[in-house]
Nanobody
Framework: VQLQASGGGLVQAGDSLRLSCAAS????????LGWFRQAPGKEREFVAT????????YYADSVKGRFTISRDNTENTVYLRMDSLKPEDTAVYYC????????????????WGQGTQVTVSS
């Protein structure tokens, strides 16, 4: 599966943003999907993940209550709604796909999108 992330941009603290990740292929619905991010000078970290049917989600503590992951299997797209953005949310955001159950470990994700930049100014 090929993934294409979009929707990043420059926003102010407290604003909202929605990222999208469109996937190619007819088997989109069998993959669990995740969002990860990498801030300047830091390692890439887990943000959120959603199961293949959209019924299960899991979030990093740092975004819990502010970010919402969802998917539309009819549109082959996964979303990340980000509310109450903070400057520390500034990073390149990546979407990724894996077969099987939701996992936070990025090493278990086989397919990756190219990333989209999110910058939050204070």
């Amino acid at each position: 599966v090929q993934l294409q992330a979009s929707g990043g941009g420059l926003v102010q603290a407290g604003d909202s943003l929605r990222l999208s990740c469109a996937a190619s292929g007819r088997t989109f619905s069998i993959y669990a999907l995740g969002w990860f991010r990498q801030a300047p000078g830091k390692e890439r970290e887990f943000v959120a993940t959603v199961s293949s049917d959209g019924g299960s989600t899991y979030y990093a503590d740092s975004v819990k209550g502010r970010f919402t992951i969802s998917r539309d299997n009819t549109e082959n797209t996964v979303y990340l709604r980000m509310d109450s953005l903070k400057p520390e949310d500034t990073a390149v955001y990546y979407c990724a796909a894996r077969l099987g159950f939701v996992r936070s470990s990025q090493t278990t994700y086989r397919y990756w999108g190219q990333g989209t930049q999110v910058t939050v100014s204070s």
